[in-house]
């Protein structure tokens, strides 16, 4: 069974400062995903990787997959406010069928002034 | 403008009173899923389906069914609702690749 996990699952950081999250995966696979929700909102796709070594970057937010080591990191550098959100990974397996997303708990950023 | 439409958006019922929610893309997408979101959880697949007339179970599809009569809708049923079935359910919705488009979810409350 496939199992991913984010941490940390909270995090609150001041404005102007970089952070990272961190997502393992349990199985092989080469195609991973990450997702931003805001509170009450639906979710919304930020990068897609599919390739190890693949590496996303969109403004303060950048994403880099490594597949041999199932991790996967998405660094926030000098968080802005704005950036306040739950942030989901998602991985399908190796083989995996379609777009069948297993993902993981999500990581609630809270970027205070 | 691209979307998938779900509805309702808030749904308050009692333990087994039959719902539907309905679930609607116009980006003639193959794919399509229901998900739902729990505190703490995360989100976990409930159904899928590849295509028309094509459905399979996700991770936690005990308690509901699934139809995919037309490529753009995908209804979620639940026959007979219990107070464990409520949550926020999302539809979503891919051409493939893995990059889901989402719905904007409906939260549910069986009383």
């Known amino acids: 069974e496939l199992k991913v996990?984010?941490?940390?699952?909270?995090l609150s950081m001041q404005e102007g400062k970089n952070y990272t999250i961190y997502c393992n995966y349990s199985t092989t696979s080469d195609r991973l995903y990450w997702y931003r929700q805001d509170p009450g909102k639906s979710l919304e796709s930020l990068f897609v990787l599919l390739s190890n070594g693949a590496v996303?970057?969109?403004?303060?937010?950048?994403?880099?997959?490594?597949?041999k080591a199932r991790l996967?990191?998405?660094?926030?550098t000098a968080a802005v406010h704005d950036l306040s959100a739950t942030y989901f990974c998602a991985v399908i397996p190796a083989g995996g069928g379609a777009d069948g997303l297993t993902f993981g708990k999500g990581t609630h950023l809270i970027i205070q002034p | 403008e691209a979307q998938v439409t779900q509805n309702p958006r808030?749904?308050?019922?009692?333990t087994g009173k039959k719902?539907?929610?309905t679930c609607s893309q116009n980006m003639n997408h193959e794919y399509m899923s229901w998900y739902r979101q729990d505190p703490g959880l995360g989100l976990r697949q409930i159904y899928y389906s590849m295509n028309v007339e094509v459905t399979d179970k996700g991770d936690v599809p005990e308690g509901y069914k699934v139809s995919?009569?037309?490529k753009r809708n995908f209804p979620l049923i639940l026959e007979s609702p219990s107070p464990n079935q409520t949550s926020l359910y999302f539809c979503a919705s891919s051409s493939g690749g893995g990059k889901l488009f989402f719905g904007s979810g409906t939260q549910l409350s069986v009383l």
């Open chain 1, 5 to 10: 996990e984010q941490n940390p699952l909270f």
């Open chain 1, 56 to 67: 996303k970057q969109e403004g303060r937010l950048m994403a880099s997959l490594d597949t």
């Open chain 1, 72 to 76: 996967s990191t998405l660094h926030i």
């Open chain 2, 10 to 14: 808030y749904l308050i019922t009692v």
């Open chain 2, 19 to 21: 719902l539907t929610v």
């Open chain 2, 68 to 70: 995919r009569k037309e």
